[in-house]
């Protein structure tokens, strides 16, 4: 059995007429008799009952070509896949991203990327976590780096980094002179923090609630810099990642204590599962699986 003979069954089913089908596949009516005759042999049924007047399925014909119909369509399918990873370099992605990732490794690895495809093209769309992961359900981003895990089981998950917070007070806040702080003891304090939609908030506010309060929120703010300027003017204190607040410069206003228990922080790439992933974004995904496992090694 040959795929152009399913090709040719197809085509006599369809137009129920050896001179048509041939006309359709562009091909001399004998060779398509021929070899429609050649597959019954091999198959030891007739598919067409033929008269003189017309051309009908028999019953084995009928699901004969219910298969082949079937066959032919996983054939296309695996083309058209075939093609688009050929061209995967004309490819474009939408990565969400939340606006800490520039005091990470991202940068360094979409730089990477870009480097090795340097014709893809990516567009970065700046946003908390939850906005990020509605974004990523609806498909209006092919990606996003979060700091979160929703509870939503269509998406997947790929660990990139984990970092612990780290509370942070002005010179002159009574725990500044304390190298630790238990999180019992910032029960009664006010709070500067990134905005209720980001992951950083969520966690903070669950371990919180784990110690059976709620923290008591001044103000939130989603610039980093702007926040631990209102902490220097001791309008309340913060938490932020401790690689956040390292790779700040920091004014000798500002004090930083570590925090206990430890409250992890995880940013993850973050991909839907029940859509169609495109080549472009398997490569990504691919290359960033990599590129951490190399970094780790």
């Known amino acids: 059995m040959q795929f152009h003979q399913l090709e040719y069954v197809l085509a006599v089913a369809k137009f129920h007429s050896f001179t048509r089908a041939a006309e359709e ?4 009516q004998s060779s398509i008799s021929q070899q429609i005759n050649n597959l019954e042999k091999e198959l030891g049924v007739n598919l067409f009952i033929r008269t003189t007047r017309s051309v009908k399925l028999t019953s084995a014909g009928a699901a004969f070509v219910e298969h082949a119909a079937r066959i032919m369509s996983e054939i296309t399918a695996a083309n058209q896949c075939i ?15 939340i606006p800490i990732v520039g005091h990470y490794f991202i940068p360094h690895l979409l730089a990477s990327f870009q480097k090795k495809y340097p014709d893809i093209q ?27 895990i929703s509870p939503d089981y269509t998406f997947q998950y790929v660990p990139l980094v984990t970092d612990q917070m780290v509370v942070l007070t002005s010179a002159e806040h009574p725990l500044a002179s304390k190298k630790s702080v238990h999180l019992k003891q910032l029960k009664n304090e006010n709070f500067i923090t990134t905005p209720i939609t980001s992951g950083h908030y ?64 995880k940013i993850f790439l973050t991909i839907n599962k029940t859509t ?22």
């Open 25 to 28: 596949i562009n091909i001399s």
């Open 83 to 97: 093609q688009e990873y050929a061209s995967v370099n004309r490819g474009h992605l939408t990565l969400g991203i």
């Open 122 to 148: 990516l567009s970065l769309l700046e946003n908390q976590c939850d906005e990020l992961l509605e974004m990523l359900h609806s498909s209006k981003i092919d990606a996003a780096f979060v700091q979160q």
């Open 202 to 265: 969520h966690d903070f506010f669950n371990a919180c609630q784990a110690m059976n309060f709620n923290p008591k929120i001044r103000m939130t703010c989603s610039s980093v810099k702007t926040i631990l300027g209102l902490v220097s003017e001791d309008l309340g204190i913060t938490v932020l990642s401790s690689r956040v607040a390292a790779t700040i410069d920091q004014n000798p206003g500002i004090t930083t204590l570590t925090l206990s228990p430890p409250i992890n922080r």
């Open 276 to 297: 169609n992933i495109s080549p472009a974004l398997k490569v990504f995904v691919d290359f960033t699986a990599s590129w951490i496992e190399s970094k780790i090694s």
